[in-house]
């Protein structure tokens, strides 16, 4: 079973080794997303390369295809990303807030209109449990229902109620017996709803709570609603979620954004953003994003940044990167996500270090004012709400 060992604090903050079964992952962590059982582009060997410890799939698109079936007869989910680590699936709520124009949800659960297809894919609170079982993730997510940041507080409450719902009968089909024993060596997560009301959001964790689950997440967030609003829902989850268990804000990885969360009491997170940027021509560095499609780093002889240690900057230059993308050739974004997952990784690491030295606010606002303040030519300007 998952747990959490705290290292060190500071503040809110803190380090920590969360224990699975296949491997421990120093906290805070960031965790790569391979939606479709796959880091999009990259090997598994790259990934590791990277520094990345734990990934993330998703439930909804893997039930789509191959199935959960199919992904149990092929070894388990481990197996098919090629991964020896930690792996967590999303439970397929996200998707009721990002396919809200082809899905139905009623107390019951959720049908989907496949965007592959047209066929129905109907997923119930059971069912999630179920075909994260099959596919053998260390940590499962219960389904719930995410509202997008535009909810009237009607909405969002019951939002709240139908989630707390679902995670009652998604812990009931976890703990069930198993020829395994109960829940095998699978940790369930909590996903705590209720928008930017804080009334919603404490009641939506007491419900959680008093399911007495292996971990809790925040989910509901970055979907629109700012940095400011994300930060004051922040604010109130140290004294909302247990200590002793690891915290998850879902789908969060701007920078600024993590280090917010971790402040506040967060241990981990997952995003698209250094893959699909990656993809996109962007890199993220210390000094702020670089657009390689830009004409000014044509003939630019140095690495993505000075002091990485990545693959892409021990061997390609900016020039060299930017015309991989003007070709078209598909080592281009290889080569960018991989330091961006570097990126990410380097910077998760330097979190760690700061909070255990005690200077995590002192070392955050030397980051944040190389990241975000400085012109960088034009390349990053100061993000706004």
Known sequence: MISLGISSTDGKARTGLLHTGHGNVETPAFMPVGTAGTIKGLTPDQV????AKMILANTYHLMLRPGAQTIADLGGLHRVMG???PILTDSGGYQVFSLARLRRIDDEGVAFQSHIDGAELRLTPAGAIQAQRLMGADVIMQLDECPPADATGQQVAEAVR???AWARLCRDEWAAPTDDGPAASQALFGIQQGGVFHD????????LVALDLPGYAIGGLSVGEGHSAMCRVLDDIDAQLPADRPRYLMGVGEPRDILAAVARGVDLFDCVLPTRNGRNAEAFTN??????????????????EADCDCFTCRNFSRGVLRHLFMAKEMLGPILVSIHNLRFFARFMAGIRQAIAEGNLARWSQV?????YEMDNGGETPTPTE
């Open 200 to 207: 919603l959001r404490r009641q939506s964790a007491d419900a």
């Open 48 to 51: 590791a390369a990277a520094g």
């Open 367 to 371: 980051v944040l004012a190389r990241m």
């Open 162 to 164: 139908r989630s707390a």
């Open 287 to 304: 000094s702020g994003r670089i657009r390689l499609r830009n004409a000014r780093w044509a003939k630019d002889a140095s690495s993505l």
């Open 83 to 85: 991964w020896s680590g």
